[in-house]
């Protein structure tokens, strides 16, 4: 008979205690029993093993007794020291305490591994696992969700300032480094680079070897330059380098010789030998007492054609100081 009872406790009641009338445990439910794994419970007196502290501190049997049908709050002496609530009933010279995590149920779940399982059917605590896996499992979705959302926005983002063909940044790149380091108040250089001859390599053997020239070119031009440093693509043949923090005539034209030197040397494609070199002029953000981007560009852009005029394969500095040409355009000096 005692073991029908204990079978239909288990079943109904999980959780509970059957006390003997002396206060005595005869028998816990299976899920009370996952909380002690490592100790044996039958046999041991109730109020050794767990305190209770509400409705008031309770000492003895006689007291619970008086409390039955009271809600009860009490703890486990030993640690993990989880609270509980609970609820005495008698049953005949008996006592039979059923316990619950209450708002604890979270807590209790997780450190004790607990499942669905582990709970009456009819216990709403099975119903908040369910909330609480498909909430987990929604907001896990939703997560996930977002890291993609950030992921294709950055790619989009990385898209929209990178060449394609190059994997230098682009002109829309080039205005937003240039905005932010004049913004800054960093003295910075613009450097103007354009391929001398490419139009022939095109011309001559396709535009798969011109797009192959392209990339040779960009490897070299980011070799060449710092991480700090930005090189751009801003045309078919036209490159733009910004060089953060540095206004050195010195290092740069060592920069801009070293460049146009590699620049010179043949770039195989298939069967055939590619030549071109380059052209370059600079701008400095010292010359100005506000740079202004649109304006270095422009003297960037005249100092390369001076480069030209003065037969390719050359860099000079743009001087603001120096009379106009006479045909138009902006006077360049080296």
Do not use: W
């Not at 001559?204 to 980011?222: E, M, P, S, W």
């Not at 304006?295 to 037969?311: N, T």
């Amino acid at each position: 008979m005692a073991e029908r009872f204990n079978s239909s406790l288990d079943i109904l009641c999980p959780m509970h205690v059957r006390l003997s009338a002396s206060g005595h445990i005869l028998h816990v439910g299976p899920t009370l029993a996952k909380l002690r794994p490592g100790r044996a419970l039958v046999g041991e007196r109730f109020l050794e093993v767990f305190r209770i502290e509400r409705p008031r501190v309770l000492t003895s049997v006689e007291e619970l007794r008086r409390a039955v049908g009271s809600k009860l709050h009490l703890e486990f002496r030993d640690p993990p020291r989880s609270g509980l609530k609970g609820v005495a009933a008698h049953a005949g010279e008996e006592l039979v305490v059923n316990l619950s995590f209450g708002i604890n149920i979270l807590d209790g779940v997780e450190q004790f591994s607990l499942t669905s399982g582990d709970f009456a059917s009819t216990d709403l605590t099975v119903e908040m696992l369910y909330l609480i896996e498909a909430k987990t499992a929604a907001m896990e979705a939703m997560r996930d969700m977002s890291l993609r959302m950030q992921g294709a926005k950055i790619a989009a983002e990385e898209q929209a300032y990178t060449d394609t063909l190059t994997g230098l940044k682009n002109r829309r790149a080039m205005d937003h480094v240039l905005d932010r380091m004049i913004r800054l108040g960093h003295e910075f250089a613009v450097m103007h680079l354009d391929l001398d001859y490419f139009k022939t390599v095109n011309d001559t053997f396709g535009h798969a070897a011109g797009d192959h020239v392209l990339q040779q070119v960009a490897r070299i031009l980011v070799d060449e330059t710092r991480d700090d440093d930005t090189v751009a693509r801003v045309g078919g043949d036209e490159f733009v380098l910004i060089f953060d923090r540095l206004a050195d005539r010195g290092r740069l034209e060592s920069i801009a010789q070293r460049m146009i030197s590699r620049l010179e040397k043949p770039i195989r494609y298939q069967d055939n030998i590619c030549r071109i070199s380059a052209s370059a002029g600079t701008a400095l953000s010292s010359f100005y007492d506000v740079p202004d981007a649109a304006q270095m560009l422009d003297d960037a852009d005249a100092a390369l054609y001076m480069s030209k005029r003065r037969g390719r394969a050359q860099h000079c500095f743009f001087d603001p100081g120096l009379p106009d040409l006479g045909d138009g355009s902006t006077t360049a000096a080296e």
